[in-house]
């Protein structure tokens, strides 16, 4: 170990720094946080693409960021109902703008279909920060995608039960993430929002870029198929 601290060597046996990226408000929450509120001990940076001027959700969003303890930040892409699609380059940009220029152990963001069916920005966020990733924008040493599924709107979004890394979020966490939901973001205990809430989170993790954007466009091929 020579010179090396214990902290320091603490550090590198346990504890990792991961990025969270986000469409929206709340999705860190929905999709990932019990994943977050498990691991405490890991450097969380959490950054939400659309929302930064509504004067309701992102003040909410800081106060959920100081109590997963993480840090982060807010873009404001048009989030308009009408959903219209973002350019690739708008993307590219405000997330260039937001995410830390350093080496992160893991990315976690969207699924290429998104987590239900269906949200435009979700899968467009995907599809961009898998893009990033394999261009060297973003730099992580895995990516991990929200694996979820509604079965076409049949039930509400509930975990894939086909992804490889299945977290169950123990009861304390599982309280603790949908009174962020409730509380700190404000959705009514009957909304859509409070009732998804998942008890499990659910992840399919890449190590290899190109293998990451092959999957994300294949798999967005069959969404307007
Ligand atoms: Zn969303």
Redesign the pocket.
């Known amino acids: 170990m020579g010179m090396m601290s214990l902290a320091m060597t603490r550090r590198m046996n346990t504890d990792k720094s991961a990025l969270v990226i986000?469409?929206?408000p709340?999705?860190e929450v929905l999709w990932a946080g019990g994943t977050i509120l498990a691991r405490p001990n890991w450097d969380w940076h959490v950054v939400a693409m659309c929302r930064a001027s509504d004067p309701d959700r992102a003040p909410r969003f800081r106060r959920v960021l100081e109590q997963l303890g993480a840090d982060g930040g807010i873009a404001d892409l048009d989030d308009g109902p009408e959903q219209i699609p973002l350019e690739h380059e708008q993307l590219e940009h405000a997330l260039a703008s937001l995410v830390p220029d350093r080496l992160f152990d893991v990315v976690l963001t969207h699924g290429p279909k998104g987590e239900y069916t269906r949200?435009r920005?979700?899968e467009e966020v995907c599809r961009t920060v898998t893009k990033s990733w394999h261009a060297g924008d973003i730099r992580a040493r895995e990516l991990w995608l929200f694996s979820f599924e509604d079965g076409s709107r049949a039930y509400l979004p509930r975990a894939d039960a086909t992804a490889p890394i299945q977290e169950p979020i123990i009861a304390e966490n599982w309280r603790t993430k949908l009174r962020l939901m409730t509380q700190s973001y404000g959705f009514g205990a009957d909304s859509w929002e409070a009732r998804t809430t998942p008890h499990v989170e659910a992840f399919r993790s890449f190590e290899d870029s190109r293998e990451a954007l092959d999957w994300v466009i294949e798999q967005q091929s069959e969404l307007d198929a």
């Open positions: 986000v469409a929206h709340d999705d949200h920005r979700h």
